[in-house]
T-cell receptor
Framework: GESVGLHLPTLSVQEGDNSIINCAYS??????FIWYKQESGKGPQFIID?????DKRQGQRVTVLLNKTVKHLSLQIAATQPGDSAVYFC?????????????FGTGTRLTVIP | DAGVIQSPRHEVTEMGQEVTLRCKPI?????LFWYRQTMMRGLELLIY????????DSGMPEDRFSAKMPNASFSTLKIQPSEPRDSAVYFC?????????FGPGTRLLVL
């Protein structure tokens, strides 16, 4: 069935290195995607979003890349810091009726090694 | 600005008891979402409201779960009777567009 999934459930990186978190989606009609960060004991926090008419969007130390051909989404974190350790979720809006209903992936746990 | 507010933050109860979770969305947001998060099933959408009206409750596990939104600034999720398998973190989120903003969650433990 249709789903949002992550390739890697865990990722460990050295402090200062760049991190890349990947996400595959299966609904080619999805037109909006979001990355969330969830720290232990907290709710998911919005990081960055991208619409399907874009291939790349940059924020502060984060970049989201969208490849619609292979239905792949990635989050790049530059100069990863210990505070970046968290679970990262991708989410997609599959609903073209205007409802703001997001479908979430299973999450990737990022661990930053000092 | 205050974000989404949820109460209580932690709840421990015994099987069979009624549990009521509360949420205050961000002022001006017209959509409200209730999610459940567990290690086994991840983040699941239970129900969402648009302009205080329930739009999709297909994620509500069973009749023991009910949700209401009597006005634009308040929503409740009720479990009656509660069971141990209901133990999870319950999140409320609100939005005025496609981006949802989450509350801190209520950690529920049913013994």
């Amino acid at each position: 069935g249709e789903s949002v999934g992550l390739h890697l459930p865990t990722l460990s990186v050295q402090e200062g290195d760049n991190s890349i978190i990947n996400c595959a989606y299966s609904n080619s009609a999805s037109d909006y995607f979001i990355w969330y960060k969830q720290e232990s004991g907290k709710g998911p926090q919005f990081i960055i979003d991208i619409r399907s008419n874009m291939d790349k969007r940059q924020g502060q130390r984060v970049t989201v890349l969208l490849n619609k051909t292979v239905k792949h989404l990635s989050l790049q974190i530059a100069a990863t810091q210990p505070g970046d350790s968290a679970v990262y979720f991708c989410a997609e809006n599959r609903d073209q009726t205007g409802a703001n209903n997001l479908f979430f992936g299973t999450g990737t746990r990022l661990t930053v090694i000092p | 600005d205050a974000g989404v507010i949820q109460s209580p933050r932690h709840e421990v109860t015994e099987m069979g008891q009624e549990v009521t979770l509360r949420c205050k969305p961000i002022s001006g947001h017209n959509s409200l979402f209730w999610y459940r998060q567990t290690m086994m099933r991840g983040l699941e959408l239970l129900i969402y409201f648009n302009n205080n009206v329930p739009i999709d409750d297909s994620g509500m596990p069973e009749d023991r779960f009910s949700a209401k939104m009597p006005n634009a600034s308040f929503s409740t999720l009720k479990i009656q009777p509660s069971e141990p398998r209901d133990s999870a973190v319950y999140f409320c989120a609100s939005s005025s567009s496609e981006t949802q903003y989450f509350g801190p969650g209520t950690r529920l433990l049913v013994l």
